[in-house]
């Protein structure tokens, strides 16, 4: 008797782990399964907020549709004036209670200026007052990561809020995943950081960036290293694109751990050898010319 073999691609299940949510994960095999998502609760004996915030991991790591209306955001916001802030703060407590909340997580009185920009995120956005306080949680908690000791900027915090409506996080579940697996991520970007001899200076953008697609392409700390050293090694210092394109290599072929790049890099060597007539002596692994992972690096490289 054939059983059913439900199957997941690997870059799936490297999302799924590398979040460290075990609800996301228990109900993603739940839903692959065929199974009803209404049924979600009952079938799983969970609660419905605890079905809700598994549902949001997901959304957030890309492996379910966000079947809600997205908020449009117009092109041109209207200009708030010091009238629609008093008559917000006159309206009811909620964005009143919201002023509060960011002065004393701010630690400082917002100005006129400051204010409409926040009334902006409130009634524009339409973000709910709770989404906004993680919000402006997220935004501190990111600047200290990034080495800076002054808090964040309305306008700053107001780019952040931006993204955020874009993207569908506007429930106190999305919200809290969200900020969860981005400084999740902060941490790790400063693990790499040290991996990559580069100290304790912050980190520019660009360099940013690159550390981050590496991380989303689902390698750790420990790869990212043997693609710093080959780059060294290679080039004679650390040049970003080289280590790259070394790295995007290594994803396209499915290396994702030291075991899969070692065992890839071996073959690579074998094939070099071969081509060229020749055995490769005992214990000579990783030595002698450029393996095909290297080569093509190099090629993408000297076609940037």
Known sequence: MNEPVLSLPLSEVRRLLGAGSGDGAL????????????AAAEALRWPAHRVDGAMASL??????????????????????????VLRATERGNSFSLLV??????????????????????????????????ILITYCIQRSRARGLVRAPSLRTIEKEAYYWAD?????????????????QKQTIIARVQQRLQL???RLTRAEEQYIRQWLDWGFGDDVIAMAYEKTCLNT??????????????????????????????QRSQQAVYQNNNRRPPAGSAGQGPLGSLEQDALRRLLNQ
């Open 27 to 38: 109900l993603y095999l739940y839903l692959r399964s065929g199974a009803d998502p209404a």
């Open 59 to 84: 959304r957030q790591l890309g492996l379910l549709e966000d079947p809600r209306q997205r908020p449009i955001v117009r092109d041109q916001p209207p200009v708030y004036t010091e009238a629609d």
């Open 100 to 133: 509060g909340e960011a002065q004393r997580r701010l630690g400082r009185v917002l100005s006129t200026e400051e204010l409409k920009i926040l009334l902006s995120l409130h009634d524009y956005l339409g973000l709910p007052t709770e989404v906004i306080g």
């Open 167 to 183: 993207q569908g996080i506007d429930t106190l579940e999305d919200a809290a995943f969200y900020m969860q697996t981005q400084l």
């Open 199 to 201: 100290g304790d200076r």
């Open 236 to 265: 004679g210092a650390m040049k970003w694109p080289y280590c790259n394109s070394i790295l995007k290599s290594w994803h396209e072929k499915g290396l994702h751990t030291v075991q899969e790049v070692e065992g890839g890099d």
